[in-house]
């Protein structure tokens, strides 16, 4: 909870508030031509799990940790450029989109990550499923998180499991 | 005996908090919830997310077979067991950080060496927001389901509970 917010934070507000309270990701960005294995070396690096694939500073395509394993268990060579393996046109939010909207889009499309795009398609951030996730247990009433205390984990140093 | 109304762990009954979780034992306590979507996570439980049958692979399996195993079953992580007790889980996040592009090198080397393991586990009368909250505190996204002694009996998503949460929306 931040400072001077009232009890009333705690209400969740799926249908009022707009993605841009889940914590979204900076965009990473790599360029069409930039190969596979330093998209690999960049995300995990970063913690990441996507890269998002971008032309002149628009999105273009996006190359995620399961794009990743595909070629992983193929044998694959990484060597390629990542415009051969992204998926293009990725579905996308803008910032005023709703939350409600990204946990629908996630639950019944599967996707684990949304750009969020500005008006002329630059990316401005990513909600993940994980900021999602900690969009609602922050936004749990109060007297439940009297959990026993453990180590604070930033959204950058989250594993994913 | 008492359950405790978080995690659903058996607790000896006159104690205050859940020997388990650290929670109180009376929730009665907490704010009434505002909307049906908080309703339903205050008070519903994982069973009724009806937790999948998870893919189990021994300690021993060679991790690129489990590379194979992630794409050919379209999962996001398989439950690596020994008997029927969960030791660990790896998941395609665990891939990319351990394996990375030196899967040639690796393939050979037991999944045990990579995995996460002593995983998280829930049982399926725990409430919803504790599942949450125990994702959100540990950055997973799957947590396995055990029963009374241990044994592995489902696993959740964070998807199946962004799925029920949805359902309610649209129900409200």
Redesign the interface.
């Given at each position: 909870m931040r400072l001077g917010e009232t009890d009333v934070s705690f209400q969740l507000n799926l249908n009022t508030e707009t993605v841009d309270h889940c914590y979204p990701a900076e965009p990473l960005c790599l360029a069409p031509a930039d190969s596979v294995a330093e998209a690999l070396r960049r995300m995990k690096e970063n913690n990441r799990g996507s890269v998002l694939v971008c032309k002149d500073q628009i999105v273009i395509g996006v190359f995620t940790e399961r794009d990743a394993l595909k070629m992983m268990a193929d044998g694959a060579s990484f060597d390629a450029p990542l415009e051969r393996f992204m998926t293009p046109d990725p579905v996308v939010l803008r910032a005023c989109d709703l939350v409600g909207k990204a946990i629908a889009m996630m639950a019944q499309g599967g996707y684990r990550r949304l750009p969020i795009v500005d008006d002329r398609g630059r990316p401005t951030g990513i909600i993940t499923l994980e900021g999602i996730m900690h969009y609602l247990a922050e936004h749990f009433p109060a007297a439940i998180y009297n959990l026993p205390p453990e180590p604070h984990h930033s959204m950058q140093e989250r594993e994913g499991a | 005996m008492i359950l405790c109304p978080?995690c659903g762990s058996e607790n000896i009954k006159g104690e205050d908090e859940c020997a388990d979780?650290?929670?109180?034992l009376d929730?009665s306590?907490?704010?009434p919830?505002?909307?049906d979507?908080?309703r339903s996570?205050?008070s519903d439980r994982i069973g009724l997310l009806v937790p999948k049958r998870p893919i189990t692979v021994a300690p021993t399996t060679p991790v690129?077979d489990v590379?194979?195993l992630?794409?050919e079953r379209r999962i996001g992580?398989v439950v690596v067991v020994e008997g029927s007790r969960p030791v660990g889980?790896f998941?395609?996040?665990?891939?990319?950080?351990k394996?990375?592009?030196q899967?040639?090198e690796l393939a050979a080397r037991p999944v045990s060496e990579f995995m996460?393991p002593n995983?998280q586990t829930l049982v399926a009368d725990a409430k919803i927001?504790f599942a949450?909250?125990r994702?959100?505190?540990?950055?997973?996204?799957?947590l396995p389901i055990v029963g009374e002694r241990g044994e592995l009996v489902g696993i959740i998503s964070?998807?199946d509970?962004?799925?029920h949460?949805?359902d309610e929306?649209a129900r409200g």
């Open positions: - | 978080y979780c650290g929670q109180p929730d306590h907490l704010t919830p505002t909307s979507v908080e996570l205050l690129g590379l194979r992630l794409v992580c889980i998941s395609e996040r665990d891939a990319l950080r394996i990375n592009t899967v040639a996460t995983p927001a949450v909250q994702m959100d505190l540990g950055g997973y996204r799957h964070a998807r509970i962004l799925r949460l949805t929306m």
